[in-house]
Nanobody, 119 residues
Framework: QVQLVESGGGLVQPGGSLTLSCVASGGIFSISVLGWYRQAPGKQRELVAS???????NYADSVKGRFTISRDNTKNTVYLQMASLKPEDTAVYYC?????????????WGQGTQVTVSS
């Protein structure tokens, strides 16, 4: 059974920093493309950042230079370091793992963690 469990969300002032973590279980971590998505109230879920099994990263334009995604395959954990946070970064952040195993595609989501940027 695959599970993704996020942590690290909270309330932070504009300009502050937070680091989100997502621990994966179920034997898929090292082969997956891992991503962080977010969904603000009234908006569609959007990709924030992703990292492939080979370490290639991709970022939304709105977070480039402020957010960093990384993965630790020894700990089955993917991180999202967020700096210079803005009120518009307020959203529920979701961890995602997708890939192909035994010839079948998979796409798993965590339960989400709230990030609120406000003074």
């Amino acid at each position: 059974q695959v599970q993704l469990v996020e942590s690290g969300g909270g309330l932070v002032q504009p300009g502050g920093s937070l680091t989100l973590s997502c621990v994966a279980s179920g034997g898929i971590f090292s082969i997956s493309v891992l991503g962080w998505y977010r969904q603000a109230p009234g908006k569609q879920r959007e990709l924030v950042a992703s990292v492939t099994s080979g370490g290639t990263t991709n970022y939304a334009d709105s977070v480039k230079g402020r957010f960093t995604i990384s993965r630790d395959n020894t700990k089955n954990t993917v991180y999202l370091q967020m700096a210079s946070l803005k009120p518009e970064d307020t959203a529920v952040y979701y961890c995602n793992a997708k890939g192909i195993r035994f010839g079948s595609k998979y796409d798993y989501w965590g339960q989400g963690t709230q990030v609120t940027v406000s003074s």
